[in-house]
């Protein structure tokens, strides 16, 4: 069993930054694939960006391209969401997903595939 934290969330305006943190309690994420999404009340949750346990594989949603990245340490002990560039329609609640994937490869966007996530960590843009 793999129990995801995510830490980092908060308010902050329109061009703003923010920084999250996903922490696989008692372990790494050594072998497995890690992804970020997010969900708002009344639609469904909607894939952000994710990376093979290698990070030598990375996708990200068209709407983040090139604002968010994704990144772990050297120690694949924590991954990072940087978000730069926040817009309004980045308001969400933001949850980290992880799936055994010691081969690397694709990185899903569908939220089925991924076996393990958090509780979330509320991400709100003021315009």
């Known amino acids: 069993q793999v129990q995801l934290v995510e830490s980092g969330g908060g308010l902050v305006q329109a061009g703003g930054s923010l920084r999250l943190s996903c922490a696989a309690s008692?372990?790494?994420?050594?072998?497995?694939?890690v992804a970020w999404f997010r969900q708002v009340p009344g639609k469904e949750r909607e894939f952000v960006a994710g990376?093979?346990?290698?990070?030598?594989?990375?996708n990200y949603a068209d709407s983040v391209k090139g604002r968010f990245t994704i990144s772990r340490d050297n120690a694949k002990i924590t991954v990072h969401l940087q978000m730069n560039s926040l817009k309004f329609e980045d308001t969400a609640l933001y949850y980290c997903?992880?799936?055994?994937?010691?081969?690397?490869?694709?990185?899903?966007?569908?939220?089925?595939?991924?076996?393990?996530w958090g509780h979330g960590t509320q991400v709100t843009v003021s315009s």
């Open positions: 008692g372990r790494t994420f050594t072998n497995y694939a």
């Open positions: 990376n093979s346990w290698s990070g030598g594989t990375t």
């Open positions: 997903a992880a799936r055994y994937s010691p081969y690397g490869g694709y990185i899903s966007p569908t939220p089925t595939a991924w076996n393990y």
